[in-house]
């Protein structure tokens, strides 16, 4: 069938339009990944998502297109799956990659992936990746390398599915973002059994976890994160929401720590790349950046299934966090 049908159904008018089948949405992104859509087609499909509000059915249809277009992965699958798509001039350091890497350090694995756009110099993740001793995925089959060697690993969006970014890249003509930015969130191309998103749309928050539902998704866990990114901020609560052996579930995570006066005034702590290796190495310290990343951990060990209690979570976040350089010298 082609778009024609599918821009059809979405846009016929009050009282006659509806969404799109699961099959459909898979139909319509296999298209527009293969190519063989219309550009005005495609445009018209992904605004018309967008203006009607994505459904559950519509977003697992379009993770159905991205993972038939990737392949299957090669290697055993990570423990965690971290998407990280978040777009914005807004954004601050990638706390997040510190919160990443501790949780490689526990030994459960986590494959990183994304792209970012309209993110000031400090905000790029990628650049600072190599500082972090990150290794960065040629392809979905050198992921499941460094995952077995390294236990973790950063894979783009351009190495796994170029067709995606494209699609993705749309946003820059189209003005707006489109429900691929969703999809991707919950692409989870390694099929770990344990993924998380950041959101920062609240209304979204939902509708990643009844998708990541039909995906049949064991655990997931979905938070308003700073820029989009799976975040904590650690100085006001958080609600945490997502599936535990595929039933929902719904939490509030309490502040870790008072906001420091000023702490949101322009300053090199804030700017500079460099203080991510400096707080992870011990040459810097920042109490507000440490909560954030504890903060992060401890909701991604809850993801896991750790513990049950955040508090339990948190507790190993910080053990495994005072002896970071230790193992690090080892």
């Known amino acids: 069938m082609s778009l024609a049908a599918y821009v059809r159904a979405l846009g016929r008018g009050p009282g006659r339009s509806r969404s799109l089948e699961r099959p459909e949405a898979r139909d319509a992104l296999s298209q527009i990944l293969a190519g063989t859509a219309e550009p005005e087609a495609t445009g018209a499909l992904l605004m018309l998502m967008r203006y009607r509000g994505e459904t559950a059915e519509e977003i697992a249809g379009f993770v159905d297109a991205l993972r038939d277009a990737a392949g299957p992965f090669t290697g055993t699958s990570p423990a965690l799956d971290w998407p990280s798509y978040a777009a914005g001039r807004t ?96 692409f989870n191309p390694s099929r770990a059994r344990t993924s998380v998103q950041g959101v920062f749309h609240p209304p979204y928050r939902a509708l990643q976890r009844d998708a990541a539902a039909l995906l049949g998704q064991p655990r997931q866990m979905v938070l308003k994160g700073a820029g989009g990114e ?61 909560a954030i990343v504890l903060g992060t951990a401890a909701a991604a060990f809850h993801a896991l299934g750790n513990a049950s209690d955040l508090d339990i979570c948190l507790d190993l976040a910080r053990r495994l966090w005072s002896v970071r350089q230790s193992r690090q010298a080892a």
């Not at 990443?100 to 030994?107: D, I, M, N």
């Not at 945490?240 to 702490?263: D, K």
């Open 230 to 290: 799976f975040e904590r901020t650690p100085a006001k609560p958080v609600q945490l929401m997502g599936l535990r052996s595929g039933s929902a579930f719904e939490i509030t995570a309490p502040a870790l720590i008072e906001e420091a006066p000023g702490r949101h005034a322009e300053g090199p702590d804030l700017k500079d790349p460099g203080a991510l290796a400096g707080l992870w190495e011990g040459r810097q310290s920042d109490p507000y950046a440490e």
């Open 91 to 186: 954004r601050g350091l990638p706390w997040f990659l510190l919160a990443a890497k501790l949780v490689a350090r526990s030994g459960q694995s986590v494959l990183l992936h994304g792209w970012n756009s309209h993110q000031a110099d400090h905000a790029r993740v990628r650049d600072v990746l190599g500082s972090l001793g990150i290794a960065i995925a040629g392809s979905l089959e050198g992921a499941a390398d460094l995952i077995q060697r390294q236990g973790i690993a950063y894979l783009p969006l351009e190495a796994v599915s170029p067709a995606a970014l494209d699609v993705l890249r749309l946003r820059d003509v189209l003005g707006l973002r489109s429900p691929i930015n969703t999809a991707l969130r919950l």
